[in-house]
């Protein structure tokens, strides 16, 4: 047992420096994450979450749904990707909510998500493969962080719209179930002017039921 011990504190003294310096940069991290996250919970902005929302119109009323919500990291599936959607999102402004990718890696980030919503909808594939009744819908992507009105949260949201919407969104301004989605509305009709534009920061998926 006293070798034992002996030879304990002969590690410990030759190696004080690294447990100590360990111990300290451990501290460090923990206090800046705390740091950090007290301030997105202040701000109510958690950019390292990617939701995507689906928005209709029925009845002349605004319907959002969430969908499905995940971390960045989960669904890009690689730090430096998902580093780049937060760092997008930041970017966004009350005038433009589509995050500012590079043209050339629009679709392998729009793909990520849409490769999540065909897990989620894979048994209408399937029945639709089968010959079996399904509904099929065509929809459309786009990465964006709305920054306007009084968004309660600010995320990386994945909006997934009817393609038949937003290519012929009503003229008059639908009801809405919170006086907040009246940016949403105004979201929509710039994706719409933007879908017409810049069709690359779109990506058009067929979801089967």
């Known amino acids: 047992m006293e070798e034992l011990i002996e030879t304990l504190f002969e590690h410990l003294e030759e190696h004080w420096?690294?447990?100590?310096?360990?111990g300290l940069f451990?501290?460090?991290g923990w206090f800046f994450g705390k740091r950090?996250?007290?301030?997105e919970w202040a701000k109510k902005e958690f950019l390292d979450r990617l939701?995507?929302?689906l928005t209709s119109i029925e009845n002349g009323?605004?319907?959002?749904r969430t969908i499905i919500e995940k971390s960045c990291q989960d669904?890009?599936?690689?730090?430096?990707a998902a580093e780049a959607i937060n760092a997008a999102a930041r970017k966004t402004t009350e005038e433009n909510p589509i995050l500012p990718l590079e043209n050339e890696d629009?679709?392998?980030?729009?793909?990520?998500?849409?490769?999540?919503?065909?897990?989620?909808f894979a048994e209408g594939q399937l029945r639709r493969d089968l010959g079996l009744p399904?509904?099929?819908?065509?929809?459309?992507?786009?990465?964006?962080c709305e920054r306007a009105g009084a968004v309660r949260t600010q995320k990386v949201r994945a909006m997934l719209v009817r393609k038949s919407l937003l290519s012929n969104l009503p003229e008059e301004t639908p009801g809405f179930e919170s006086p907040t989605h009246s940016t949403r509305w105004e979201t929509l009709q710039f994706l719409a002017k933007s879908y017409r534009t810049a069709p690359h920061q779109f990506l058009e998926v067929e979801l089967c039921l």
């Open 17 to 22: 420096v690294k447990f100590v310096t360990a």
């Open 26 to 28: 451990m501290g460090v």
């Open 36 to 39: 950090r996250a007290r301030s």
């Open 51 to 53: 939701n995507v929302s």
């Open 61 to 64: 009323t605004l319907r959002i």
């Open 75 to 80: 669904v890009f599936l690689n730090s430096v």
């Open 106 to 120: 629009y679709w392998y980030y729009l793909n990520a998500v849409l490769n999540e919503i065909a897990e989620k």
């Open 134 to 144: 399904v509904e099929v819908g065509t929809y459309l992507i786009c990465l964006t």
